[in-house]
């Protein structure tokens, strides 16, 4: 059987068919002009999707880009259903409760196995999306067509997708292989590297997007990556790496940049036109909000499939707004139910209100924070901090020593960037405080649960994969 990296190529591997192709490029003209949400419902084979026909103009391969968004919107990594790390990691580490009847979560349950469905799905899913990055990268090289503008914009969007893919990987299931090629010779026994080689690769990609992408968005709701979110992406990474004056250089470049500021209602952070938002994915149909809302929202209880912990919302200091903004509860008078209210639309809407918000202006400042308080710039860290504390409602810290401040940073991360692509499971995990913070909530928790498994059938298929990670 042939690993999930393996079976993307296969179809480059044969003869393309010119009839096809042409197709593809009238097909992906249309999607791009009426809804991204169908690029892959398009019933092509894979050796399509991508092949040299989607690059023989602008809008073509402008298409093949949009599609990339739409995988990544929909299904993965950044998905903001079930099947995203949001809702998977708030499950796994200690933002969610688990509702849904006559089901059991092996998330929740902290109980995963190498053939457990959603072990093998965010691996699929992410490898399919990361090929996809790699056949644009690999068609933009070999366009006669695209203008050099053209070519930079595409080459920075594909290398940043590429590395916010492997960098949130590692973070899951620890070694894996770097993707860069669409070769099925090279893919089909390809090896894991350690997690430093992957911070490195997708660093080296990071310095290449921001190298590419323009300074100003080329669209105005900030849904195609401009240079300021490869920066704010190399700032985290730069933060897990502990190069602290990187990382707070790379912050500082995007907090100073005029195109972001702090809002000052919490309520419009996660509008589609907030101006904290440094990228963010657009529903795939007009009126659409996000999958986060639909996800999150409930009117009577108990929630369909997640809740806030009830230990979470009372760790929020009384004066918090983001627990009176952020947050909502639902009670039929003996019980109360809670749920996350950053996006505050569950249904469609006469036009999009809100988008699913990625990297935002907020982090910058805790990655700054924090990576001047490990710097021993103390006055800067609590400056850093305090816009922070000061948006939510909360009084400056009272942290003196830079361990102190670091313990608040670490807090406010945490009611800040709930339910934000597992940030919070990652800011355990690299504190060292996940078991901790975890073992007295979840009676199946262990030590080894700091790593996904790899999942079996891809360490059947390729043995270049293995060891399994420890445990499984």
């Known amino acids: 059987m042939k690993n999930s990296i393996e079976v993307l190529q296969t179809g480059f591997c044969k003869k393309s068919n010119r009839f096809l192709m042409l197709v593809l490029s009238a097909v992906?003209?249309?999607i791009f002009f009426s809804s991204c949400d169908n690029f892959v419902e398009v019933d092509l084979p894979k050796s399509q999707l991508t092949s040299d026909a989607a690059f023989e103009d602008a809008e073509?391969?402008?298409?093949?880009?949009?599609?990339?968004y739409t995988k990544l919107r929909m299904n993965g990594i950044l998905a903001g259903s079930t099947t995203g790390l949001s809702s998977m990691l708030g499950l796994y580490a200690d933002e969610f409760n688990y509702y849904q009847p006559n089901s059991v979560s092996n998330l929740f349950n902290n109980s995963l196995t190498a053939g457990t469905p959603q072990v093998s799905d965010i691996w699929n899913q992410s490898y399919n999306q990361i090929y996809v990055a790699n056949s644009i990268i690999e068609g933009i090289?070999?366009?006669?067509?695209?203008?050099?503008?053209?070519?930079?914009?595409?080459?920075?969007?594909?290398?940043?997708v590429r590395a916010i893919l492997h960098f949130t990987l590692t973070g899951i299931y620890g070694d894996i292989p770097y993707v860069t090629t669409t070769d099925y010779t090279i893919n089909s026994k390809i090896s894991k590297v350690t997690t430093g080689q992957i911070y490195q690769n997708a660093l080296e990609d990071l310095k290449r997007a921001a190298d590419h992408l323009p300074e100003k968005y080329i669209s105005n709701e900030r849904i195609r990556p401009n240079r300021s979110a490869a920066k704010a992406l190399l700032a985290r990474l730069y933060l897990y790496m502990k190069l602290y004056p990187e990382a707070s250089a790379a912050a500082s470049s995007v907090i100073n940049n005029p195109l972001y500021k702090k809002e000052s209602n919490l309520d419009r952070i996660f509008l589609k036109g907030s101006t904290e938002t440094i990228?963010?994915?657009?529903?795939?149909?007009?009126?659409?909000?996000?999958q986060e809302g639909d996800l999150y929202i409930f009117k009577v209880g108990p929630p369909p499939i997640v809740g806030l912990r009830e230990e979470f919302i009372n760790s929020f200091e009384p004066?918090?707004?983001?627990?009176?903004?952020?947050?909502?509860?639902?009670?039929?008078?003996?019980?109360r139910w809670h749920y996350a209210y950053k996006y505050k639309q569950d249904q469609p809407t006469s036009s999009s209100l809100e988008y699913s918000v990625v990297l935002r202006l907020a982090e910058q400042y805790l990655i700054r924070s924090e990576a001047r308080a490990n710097q021993g710039d103390l006055t800067g860290a609590k400056e850093d901090l305090n816009i922070i504390r000061y948006a939510a409602g909360l009084s400056n810290t009272a942290a003196i020593s830079s361990e102190d401040i670091i313990a608040d940073?670490?807090?406010q991360r945490r009611f800040e960037l709930f339910t934000e692509f597992g940030q919070?499971?990652?800011?355990?995990?690299?504190?060292?405080?996940?078991?901790?913070?975890?073992?007295?909530?979840?009676?199946?928790?262990?030590?080894?649960?700091?790593?996904?498994?790899i999942p079996v059938l891809e360490l059947n298929s390729n043995p270049n994969l293995n060891p399994q990670n420890q445990g499984y």
Do not use: C, H, Y
């Open 28 to 30: 992906l003209t249309f």
């Open 60 to 68: 073509t391969a402008n298409a093949a880009m949009a599609g990339l």
């Open 141 to 160: 090289q070999k366009s006669a067509a695209l203008t050099q503008d053209q070519k930079n914009q595409l080459m920075g969007e594909s290398l940043f």
């Open 279 to 290: 990228w963010q994915l657009m529903p795939g149909t007009a009126g659409a909000n996000t």
């Open 319 to 335: 004066e918090d707004k983001r627990k009176t903004q952020w947050t909502a509860m639902v009670t039929n008078g003996a019980q």
């Open 409 to 411: 940073i670490l807090q």
């Open 424 to 453: 919070r499971f990652f800011d355990l995990k690299r504190f060292g405080k996940l078991d901790e913070a975890l073992s007295p909530l979840k009676p199946g928790w262990n030590a080894n649960d700091r790593l996904w498994p």
